[in-house]
T-cell receptor, first 114, second 110 residues
């Protein structure tokens, strides 16, 4: 049981390049989330999904797109990377409507945009 | 919307007790959560409170007062491995996402 995995672990992009971050979970969780974490800013929600085929905007969605074509996968896309998107990106998942609503996090993707 | 406030950093001695506070303002409330995050790693779940009072889990306890919009995490018998950032998060009523505070960095010294 791998839990939540993220690909890639590290990436350096040039301004204007595009990329896709992949999150996969093998716990059959309904809900999945993408966060970014910057120094002094805590975790901020980018987009989330409450089930296969659904997505919704979080706190900081601009410049990102997402897709949830399969229940176990949640993709985060950057169409035209900007230096302001340099950050650590975490994916998380949780079961729907559990009592303690524990979110399980992936190991993170460290992205640098030059 | 939700507003969550935590102090940024504290230092404590190995073996001591440390209390990490969190205050929040939210339009609806359906739980307060504490996560631990070691440097360079992912956050991991510590505790959950939805009713007023104290929840104890080994060396860690978490307290909630909904009327005051206040929670604290108590770490007892501090160990060096407890050096980490502690994140407070709130779930609004009827929604399925968390709003996180900026985290409180705890440094444990010998």
């Amino acid at each position: 049981n791998a839990g939540v995995t993220q690909t890639p672990k590290f990436r350096v992009l040039k301004t204007g390049q595009s990329m896709t971050l992949l999150c996969a979970q093998d716990m059959n969780h309904e809900y999945m989330y993408w966060y970014r974490q910057d120094p002094g800013m805590g975790l901020r929600l980018i987009h989330y999904s409450v089930g296969e085929g659904t997505t919704a905007k979080g706190e900081v969605p601009d410049g990102y797109n997402v897709s949830r074509l399969k229940k176990q996968n949640f993709l985060l896309g950057l169409e035209s990377a900007a230096p302001s998107q340099t950050s650590v990106y975490f994916c998380a998942s949780t079961e729907a409507e559990t009592l303690d609503y524990e979110q399980y996090f992936g190991p993170g993707t460290r992205l640098t945009v030059t | 919307g939700q507003n969550i406030d935590q102090p940024t950093e504290m230092t404590a001695t190995e073996g001591a007790i440390v209390q990490i506070n969190c205050t929040y303002q939210t339009s609806g409330f359906n739980g307060l959560f504490w996560y631990q995050q070691h440097a360079g790693e992912a956050p991991t779940f510590l505790s959950y409170n939805v009713l007023d009072g104290l929840e104890e889990k080994g060396r860690f306890s978490s307290f909630l007062s909904r009327s005051k919009g206040y929670s604290y995490l108590l770490l007892k018998e501090l160990q060096m491995k407890d050096s980490a950032s502690y994140l407070c998060a709130v779930r609004g009523y009827g929604n399925n996402r968390l709003a996180f505070g900026k985290g409180n960095q705890v440094v444990v010294i010998p």
